[in-house]
């Protein structure tokens, strides 16, 4: 037997030790737990309760804002922006944001070391518009929070945010061509003092993240809740435990010196973490059940020099954003320069994730091939993955351990220069539990492979809820009860025949109303991109609408999509799902669904259901050439606007 074939068995093998029948069942969400030592895991550590309890509330019962956007992360904020670039005012905008300040992902998560994973001149938004230049090529989350405030105060968004306050229920009236938005806000020193307040809205855009629920490992034993030390989640970082400051990148955690951490995960999180813990900890134990595929970072300071010819003509950014698409999507013709130049550009068989033209269209009985295919041109790059963990890591069975047997496109990549490196230091211990995960936890620690291990504090890196969990229904993943035209949710309205929507952004029986979601859209590894494609997406939409009704001030507008034109989408998506077949080869992960993309029972009807909530199969760059192609003349076709 070859080398390649060697492999392909042992990616199998691999796979196969971490399936679990239960699935996503495994984990817990935090806000959903039954445990109120876990649910408060996720209160608001951060907001400021003073300082918001003396601010004028922005929204009160009664008010109609034109524009009401839910979420005020990356998505939230870009969407603001681009109505506001579209000639729409910021007093038209009321956001709705369930934490104490903006940001998002980037609002939560502080733990140390955090990084963006992907360039930030490419990642960072707005970057021409602010002027703007990023510290680093990869930009620390402190740095990312503050250039998200920043940019809420240049345009003039400030005042029109209200925080600590949750969306409960949106309904469409359709008599007052209106969405009924009922909502709860939290006051006092904790932010515990619930208020409940109604306001209408003439249009809604629902920007909730991808991976925004934390959960945990339903644990045996006593459970996490049971652990006598102190323990928490890394999106909601404890610095009184560690010591050190969520406004440093590298914050000094003092209080770990006699310390034994333990942490759980070895993720995107826990690749930057594991570092840190390992510099002031006295002993670190890692507990993994799938390693990382972790390749060279490159960080280095921005160059004030370099920046000018980075950023030196209109559009950069664009063309940057676009350049690294082209690498990631492997649409770049031979001799195009690669501006980004990292590992990120470098990955030929990531397309298998994220699409590509080449395998847009992929017929059933060609799967295997495309797999095949896919296997090969990752085949030097994981070779050479396998290779540098070999030579970072000093014990040879420590390196083994660490290795990832699975393609390139089964997890996000990720990229460290000092992670591996931690396994060389005498206080870091890794617990590999060969697929199986951590066995039960203690009082006084965890069981893993039949052994107790001790610890002073656990840190749980175990990641968020899968967006697949809820089939992408924008409403289900922001916590919302929805009822559109004739009361119903977006899942009754989608039971007959899966999902339904024009360009990923809409959908028939909820007029007004927009998303940010992958479902039937491009993806692609910048997901800063794919926000901003939607948002430039909608505002147009909503723009046009407006000038073709009488004026960006017009109201009783309602702009919805036609069944026709969303059929006709969905069935583009559906033609080109097959290709997605790759992922059914991959070790479970929240992108696999812990393994259960598909139920073996599954009727033809209910595959093509599943296949109707596909990303576009071409890819980031093919999805923006289609809706460039479809705003040419302004028709809105396919979206029927009518003024009362």
């Known amino acids: 037997m070859d080398d390649f074939a060697r492999v392909q068995q042992k990616y199998t093998a691999e796979a196969q030790k971490r399936l679990r029948p239960e699935g996503i069942a495994q984990y817990q969400t935090l806000s959903e737990s039954d445990s109120d030592q876990l649910r ?13 309890d003396a601010l004028p509330s922005p929204l009160t019962p009664g008010d109609c804002p034109k524009f009401l956007i839910v979420g005020a992360g990356l998505g939230g904020i870009v969407a603001a922006v681009r109505l506001i670039q579209a000639g729409f005012s910021a007093d038209q905008i ?24 992907v360039e930030s001149y490419i990642y960072m938004l707005l970057l021409e518009e602010t002027g703007f230049m ?18 809420v105060k240049q345009w003039g968004l400030e005042k029109r945010i209200l925080f600590r306050t949750k969306v409960d229920r949106l309904e469409w009236d359709d008599s007052a061509r209106l969405w009924k938005a009922d909502f709860t806000t939290g006051r006092g020193p904790r932010g515990d003092e619930k208020t409940s307040s109604t306001v209408n809205a003439e249009f809604v855009w ?17 459970g996490i809740e ?18 050190g400051s969520s406004e440093e990148p590298f914050p000094v955690l003092s209080k770990l010196k006699d310390k034994t951490v333990g942490i759980i995960g070895t993720g995107a999180t826990a690749i930057q973490v594991v570092p840190i813990l390992a510099e002031y900890a006295k002993e670190v134990y890692v507990f993994q059940r799938t390693p990382s595929a972790v390749y060279s970072r490159g960080q280095k300071p921005t160059d004030p020099e370099e920046w000018k010819k980075i950023a030196g003509e209109p559009g950069w950014q ?128 965890l069981v893993a492979n039949g052994q107790e291990i001790p610890l002073d504090i656990l840190v749980l890196g175990t990641g968020y809820q899968s967006p697949s969990s809820t089939l992408a229904d924008p409403s289900a993943r922001a916590g919302i009860t929805m009822l559109g035209r004739g009361g119903q949710t977006i899942s009754e309205r989608w039971a007959p025949t899966g999902p339904a929507t024009l360009h990923g952004v809409a959908s028939n029986g909820f007029p007004n109303l927009f998303f940010l979601s992958p479902l039937q859209a491009g993806v692609s590894a910048n997901h800063a991109n794919v926000l901003d494609t939607q948002c430039r ?42 290709r997605f077949a790759t992922m059914a080869f991959c070790t479970p992960s929240y992108m696999t669904n812990e393994g259960h993309l598909a139920d073996p029972n599954d009727t033809q009807e209910d595959l093509m259901k599943r296949a109707r909530a596909s990303t576009y199969s071409a890819g980031l760059p093919g999805y923006i050439k289609e809706l460039e192609r479809w705003r040419e003349g302004d028709k809105l076709s396919g979206i029927e606007v009518t003024v009362s």
């Open 318 to 445: 664009d063309a940057r954003q676009a350049n690294f698409a082209a690498h990631i999507h492997n649409i770049a013709p031979p001799g195009t320069p690669n501006l980004v130049d990292d590992e990120w550009s470098r990955q030929p068989a990531y397309s298998a994730l994220v699409g590509d033209p080449e395998f847009a269209n992929v017929a059933p009985e060609k799967v295997p091939e495309v797999i095949s295919t896919f296997l090969a041109r990752d085949a030097e790059n994981s070779a050479r993955l396998r290779a540098r963990i070999a030579e970072i890591v000093k014990d040879k069975e420590t390196a083994e351990k660490l290795t990832p047997w699975y393609p390139a496109w089964c997890k996000r990549p990720a990229h460290s220069d000092s992670y591996l490196q931690s396994f060389n230091k005498p206080n870091v211990h890794l617990i590999d539990t060969d697929g199986k995960g951590v066995d039960s936890v203690t009082p006084r620690g």
């Open 40 to 52: 408060h895991l996720v209160d608001d550590i951060w907001a400021d309760h003073a300082a918001l």
């Open 226 to 243: 049971g652990f006598k030390g102190d323990y928490f989640h890394t999106s909601l970082w404890n610095y009184n435990v560690t010591g």
């Open 134 to 151: 990023p510290s680093q090529k990869y930009a620390a989350g402190v740095e990312i929070r503050k250039y998200l405030n920043d940019t």
């Open 537 to 578: 997406q909608i505002a147009y939409v909503i723009a046009v609408a407006h000038k073709k009704a009488g004026g960006l001030t017009k109201s009783g507008l309602t702009v919805e999509v036609g069944i026709p034109a969303q059929e006709e989408w969905s069935a583009k998506i559906m033609q080109g799902a097959a």
């Open 206 to 222: 629902l920007t909730a993240g991808l991976l925004s629920k934390p959960q945990v490992p339903k644990l045996s034993g006593v």
């Open 94 to 117: 009321m956001i709705i944001e369930t934490a104490g300040g903006v940001g998002g992902t980037w609002y939560w998560n502080r733990y140390p070391g955090l990084h963006c994973d």
